[in-house]
């Protein structure tokens, strides 16, 4: 027998059920769902930005923050319930998801955005021809960071300029390097960043390109003189405070913290433009908290004028009003000024229009670099790990903390990361040039 109640349901509540079905993959009327990976205070930062968007408006957001966001993601992608806007960590998974058609383009949606640098608007492309995001922040990875009491004077401008403070650092008794290998999941990614600043700087960035899209093998000449490189810096007695050891066991997010002791613990650090939030955390020996210009800066990676970035990249799964408006409004000069200005510095955009909200010339000088117009004052290029195949970043990382444990054993390090480029599918592979623009060649 039929059930009398389903039978008599008007067709109308028929019809909002099914809508309400719907609408919890794609966030319903009014309602945008997003997904990222920013939790705690970066994730309270994020939501000053969203709840700005609902002021102006109208239209709520649903937000889940996850440490695991390419593992959720891409589950979502599998069930098709995938959120209406996600803000992906890295170049290579947003080009996967363009590829497979999983985003929609924005090139018509955000039309001309003079504010933005060229470089960027072919970054954000992430070699596939159409625009899929936008920058929520980004990063200067090309840095190298100093404590301004212990290291006056004239910073280094080559490469063996570099060499000569280390090793004169080091002959006097003074350790030059904070390093920490540290970031669990992905222990080793500050090793990486090492390993691509000086390929890039070395070899240039054609080579730095096809290394990046796994045409140049791992053992080839330039590729191991990177290590090397590295290693005449790092894998010496004296150079790292507490040694390699120490190092593999260090927090990256704890390392720079013998700058601010007295005597210093270490004098340099290579790490991202977001090393300035970890500093203003930290404890000087007096107790109170170490300040850009007075107790750190940085200098350029020396070399060329080019430097490695990384980005947030906000992409729109779901082509509804609601995430439309979302993705046009995290691409205003609105927008772009809440979240560096709730710091005043150490969280970038890369909105030229937005450089007013930095307090400090430190956090201006990153700024300028991140929104340089030209290449021929500043060529930006990806985190080349963050552009390769999951396989083969992967077995970077592990690549780098075995080579800080042991650098002798670099030669067969170097063969079994070619073993791997061998192995991963051509077409896993990205051409991302370094940004450039017809009218800057």
């Given at each position: 027998?039929?059930?009398?109640?389903?039978?008599?349901?008007?067709?109308?509540?028929?019809?909002?059920?099914?809508?309400?079905?719907?609408?919890?993959?794609?966030?319903?009327?009014?309602?945008?769902?997003?997904?990222?990976?920013?939790?705690?205070?970066?994730?309270?930062?994020?939501?000053?930005?969203?709840?700005?968007?609902?002021?102006?408006?109208?239209?709520?957001?649903?937000?889940?923050?996850?440490?695991?966001?390419?593992?959720?993601?891409?589950?979502?992608?599998?069930?098709?319930?995938?959120?209406?806007?996600?803000?992906?960590?890295?170049?290579?998974?947003?080009?996967?998801?363009?590829?497979?058609?999983?985003?929609?383009?924005?090139?018509?949606?955000?039309?001309?955005?003079?504010?933005?640098?060229?470089?960027?608007?072919?970054?954000?492309?992430?070699?596939?021809?159409?625009?899929?995001?936008?920058?929520?922040?980004?990063?200067?990875?090309?840095?190298?960071?100093?404590?301004?009491?212990?290291?006056?004077g004239a910073k280094p401008r080559t490469w063996d300029d570099l060499v000569?403070?280390?090793?004169?650092?080091?002959?006097?008794?003074?350790?030059?390097?904070?390093?920490?290998?540290?970031?669990?999941?992905?222990?080793?990614?500050?090793?990486?960043?090492?390993?691509?600043?000086?390929?890039?700087?070395?070899?240039?960035?054609?080579?730095?390109?096809?290394?990046?899209?796994?045409?140049?093998?791992?053992?080839?000449?330039?590729?191991?003189?990177?290590?090397?490189?590295?290693?005449?810096?790092?894998?010496?007695?004296?150079?790292?405070?507490?040694?390699?050891?120490?190092?593999?066991?260090?927090?990256?997010?704890?390392?720079?913290?013998?700058?601010?002791?007295?005597?210093?613990?270490?004098?340099?650090?290579?790490?991202?433009?977001?090393?300035?939030?970890?500093?203003?955390?930290?404890?000087?020996?007096?107790?109170?908290?170490?300040?850009?210009?007075?107790?750190?800066?940085?200098?350029?990676?020396?070399?060329?004028?080019?430097?490695?970035?990384?980005?947030?990249?906000?992409?729109?799964?779901?082509?509804?009003?609601?995430?439309?408006?979302?993705?046009?409004?995290?691409?205003?000069?609105?927008?772009?000024?809440?979240?560096?200005?709730?710091?005043?510095?150490?969280?970038?955009?890369?909105?030229?229009?937005?450089?007013?909200?930095?307090?400090?010339?430190?956090?201006?000088?990153?700024?300028?670099?991140?929104?340089?117009?030209?290449?021929?004052?500043?060529?930006?290029?990806?985190?080349?790990?963050?552009?390769?195949?999951?396989?083969?970043?992967?077995?970077?990382?592990?690549?780098?903390?075995?080579?800080?444990?042991?650098?002798?054993?670099?030669?067969?390090?170097?063969?079994?990361?070619?073993?791997?480029?061998?192995?991963?599918?051509?077409?896993?592979?990205?051409?991302?040039?370094?940004?450039?623009?017809?009218?800057?060649?």
């Amino acid at each position: 027998m039929k059930n009398p109640l389903w039978t008599k349901l008007p067709l109308l509540a028929l019809v909002v059920l099914l809508l309400g079905a719907n609408a919890c993959g794609t966030g319903g009327p009014g309602r945008v769902i997003v997904l990222a990976s920013w939790t705690g205070a970066e994730e309270a930062d994020f939501r000053t930005v969203l709840r700005a968007f609902t002021s102006a408006t109208g239209i709520e957001f649903d937000y889940q923050g996850t440490r695991a966001l390419d593992q959720v993601l891409a589950s979502d992608v599998r069930h098709g319930t995938t959120p209406d806007v996600a803000v992906l960590p890295n170049p290579g998974a947003l080009a996967t998801y363009a590829r497979g058609g999983k985003l929609e383009p924005l090139d018509t949606l955000l039309g001309p955005q003079p504010g933005y640098p060229q470089q960027w608007r072919d970054l954000e492309k992430a070699g596939t021809g159409r625009q899929y995001a936008v920058a929520v922040k980004a990063d200067l990875k090309s840095a190298i960071w100093y404590d301004v009491t212990s290291l006056p004077g004239a910073k280094p401008r080559t490469w063996d300029d570099l060499v000569a403070l280390s090793r004169d650092l080091t002959a006097a008794g003074r350790t030059p390097w904070c390093l920490g290998m540290g970031a669990p999941p992905i222990s080793g990614w500050p090793g990486t960043d090492w390993i691509e600043d000086i390929l890039l700087h070395s070899a240039g960035p054609d080579l730095y390109r096809q290394w990046v899209a796994g045409e140049l093998p791992w053992t080839s000449p330039a590729v191991r003189r990177a290590w090397t490189d590295w290693g005449t810096l790092v894998a010496v007695p004296g150079a790292v405070r507490g040694g390699a050891s120490a190092a593999l066991l260090t927090d990256f997010g704890d390392a720079g913290r013998g700058l601010f002791t007295r005597p210093a613990g270490c004098l340099l650090e290579h790490l991202a433009s977001f090393a300035m939030r970890g500093y203003l955390g930290m404890k000087r020996a007096d107790g109170t908290a170490p300040r850009p210009e007075r107790d750190f800066d940085f200098f350029p990676f020396p070399g060329p004028a080019v430097s490695e970035v990384s980005a947030d990249l906000a992409a729109m799964f779901h082509d509804t009003p609601q995430a439309r408006a979302l993705m046009k409004y995290l691409a205003s000069d609105e927008a772009q000024r809440i979240w560096p200005g709730l710091h005043r510095g150490s969280v970038f955009s890369i909105d030229r229009n937005v450089g007013g909200v930095y307090d400090d010339d430190v956090s201006r000088k990153v700024s300028s670099t991140l929104t340089s117009q030209r290449q021929a004052q500043q060529l930006l290029c990806f985190d080349a790990s963050d552009l390769m195949p999951a396989t083969m970043t992967a077995a970077f990382y592990r690549a780098v903390l075995e080579y800080l444990n042991d650098p002798a054993r670099l030669d067969q390090l170097l063969a079994d990361l070619e073993t791997v480029r061998k192995s991963v599918p051509a077409g896993e592979w990205l051409n991302v040039p370094c940004g450039q623009s017809k009218e800057e060649k």
